[in-house]
């Protein structure tokens, strides 16, 4: 059995990019406000464009390249095995520390709405969308569309509802607020309000036209994501305060908190908004991280029986390996492993940014059904930033990139082992 093949829309492109992402605009960005809301601000500002550029970069190489490997593919085209099974390494490990930090989050909302104890909640959301995996994703995935147009709706009706209580005095801006070392300590949580958008192209390989699909559901996602993104920023801190927000769990609701006061039914209705969309984040990143898992089996970098395909076409043993280390990672502070994901994620990038530079020059006779708006300029301005958040995400400490060699190592070993077993 193979994954199902065009069965997906551009919706559903959108949907899932939207859906991955939301999570971060619930919580997990408010930790940059602790270096100042114009600082986080303009981060903001550096992300979306950052990701304006790498999806168009990526829609053109998923266009050409239908992969349900997304990143790792493209780069060990362009620049061979190793390094390419090192971003697919660094996704998989990235997404399933994204699924224990969504978890994390949906606890964090939960504790606040609903009387149930948090590791008892943690078990039902991890069995609950494992089996829905396990009954077949496609069908879910409408599903998946549905409850993110109740996140965005979530997201826009908190702004609008906390904004008649906005106070530019809350937002902390004084003269000489904005620091080139603020902006930098910021990044990696401005990042959070974007990160992993991308990995909508794992669906590349099962969707009907990835030269239309593919490009237009990246856009339509990303537009809609940098609406509630700037709409939160601005209407959380304002309403609720930079120091009452900065550090909760729950901010949207911490600013509520302040902001409408004994208010209990918005704040119902907003509590509940973001548990649907953390939830939706968390059945889309285990989707992702699933066919990260898969194709990693597939090209040999893990035990060939975790590519195993049921009837429904999903990846039964990758979904499960997902579920256990997603819950494994969910009891871990969530700050530590959001920095450890940034830094994952922002490795990959600059590598892919690379490999499509160079698979334009090396296999330029081939046909795309999509080019990138820019072309070649689009790319160098998306590696410069590349390169400008990857130093940001490690605040130039070289030693935080040890893990990335050692995962490199690990990589490469793991590849070899995959071949002695091959040819015994």
Not at 69 to 94: K, P, W
Not at 174 to 186: D, F, K, N, Q, T
Not at 198 to 219: C, F, N, W, Y
Not at 241 to 264: H, I, T
Request: positive net charge.
């Amino acid at each position: 059995m193979s994954l199902h093949k065009n069965t997906i829309g551009w919706p559903i492109i959108a949907a899932i990019g939207v859906s991955i992402v939301v999570a971060g605009q619930f919580s997990g960005w408010n930790y940059g406000l602790a270096y100042g809301w114009l600082n986080m601000a303009v981060a903001t500002a550096v992300m979306c464009v950052f990701y304006a550029g790498l999806l168009q970069c990526v829609s053109e190489l998923s266009a050409t390249w239908p992969s349900a490997g997304g990143l790792g593919t493209y780069v060990a085209m362009a620049f061979g095995e190793r390094l390419g099974g090192f971003v697919s390494v660094a996704m998989a490990i990235a997404l399933m520390a994204c699924v224990g930090a969504v978890a994390t989050f949906i606890v964090a909302y939960a504790a606040s709405i609903l009387p149930i104890d948090p590791l008892l909640l943690k078990v039902i959301v991890f069995t609950a969308v494992t089996l829905l995996h396990l009954r077949g994703a496609r069908d879910a995935l409408w599903l998946t569309l549905v409850v993110g147009l109740i996140a965005i709706a979530t997201l826009l009706g908190f702004s609008a509802g906390v904004m008649p209580r906005f106070q530019a005095s809350n937002l902390d801006i004084e003269l000489g607020s904005l620091s080139l070392g603020g902006v930098i300590h910021a990044m990696p949580f401005a990042l959070w309000l974007y990160v992993g958008v991308e990995q909508a192209i794992t669906a590349s390989e099962e969707t009907r036209m990835p030269g239309r699909d593919i490009s237009r559901g990246l856009v339509i996602a990303l537009l809609v994501l940098t609406l509630t993104a700037f709409s939160v920023l601005l209407a959380a801190p304002g309403a609720g305060g930079v120091e009452a927000v900065a550090q909760a769990g729950d901010p949207l609701l911490a600013a509520l908190g302040k902001a409408n006061g004994d208010s209990a039914g918005f704040s119902m209705w907003i509590g509940l908004g973001a548990l649907f969309g953390l939830l939706a984040s968390f059945f889309s990143i285990t989707y992702s991280a699933s066919r990260q898992v898969y194709d990693l089996a597939r090209g040999g970098f893990l035990p060939a029986g975790m590519a195993q395909v049921n009837t429904r076409g999903t990846p039964v043993f990758a979904v499960l390996a997902v579920a256990v280390a997603g819950f494994a990672t969910s009891l871990i502070g969530p700050e530590r492993v959001l920095l450890g994901v940034v830094l994952l994620f922002t490795s990959s990038y600059l590598l892919t940014i690379c490999a499509f530079l160079r698979l334009r020059r090396t296999r330029s006779q081939e046909p795309r059904s999509y080019r990138t708006i820019g072309g070649n300029a689009t790319a160098y301005l998306t590696l410069i930033l590349s390169l400008t958040v990857l130093a940001c995400s490690f605040k130039l400490d070289v030693l935080i990139l040890v893990p990335i060699v050692v995962l490199f190592l690990l990589t490469s070993a793991c590849r070899r082992w995959g071949r002695l077993s091959a040819s015994q």
